[in-house]
């Protein structure tokens, strides 16, 4: 009888053990997704910037190009970003991820998509180099694809 208690509370012990584990684990991968979401986004301002800086005659079109088509392969993975169980503020505290991702996920994939058709235009444009063409996809893009993304599911954190 001794022995079938002890091995009881072994049991629950070992069980504990595995679930503190288990939520552990959770919590370095929503780190970690929440690091590697950031650096996604923070890759995507940098592309951005290079083709700002094309419109700006302050940087160069193979740099344009290079960003644009950089683009159209990081919005493409937005989804795979933010799966369930990742809100939370973004590690440099600056912004937030809110619930509706999850809660209306069909909307943000709509969003997601319609960002990266406005990428696709954006690098069709400044493949073909007129300036006034790609002016007008870097704005379509910067409103109606991160724009508006991020007005309905992002926001600022008051510092």
Known sequence: MFLVAKARVLGAAAAIVVAAAAGLGLAQDKETVLKEREATMKEQGKDIGAVKAYLDGKGDLA???TGAANLTQTTKKIPQLFPAGTGGPSPDGDYVAKPEIWTDWNKFLEAQKAAAAKADALLVAVNGGDKNAIEAAFS???????GGCHTTFREKIAK
């Open 63 to 65: 740099q344009a190009k």
């Open 140 to 146: 379509d893009l910067g409103k109606n694809g991160c």
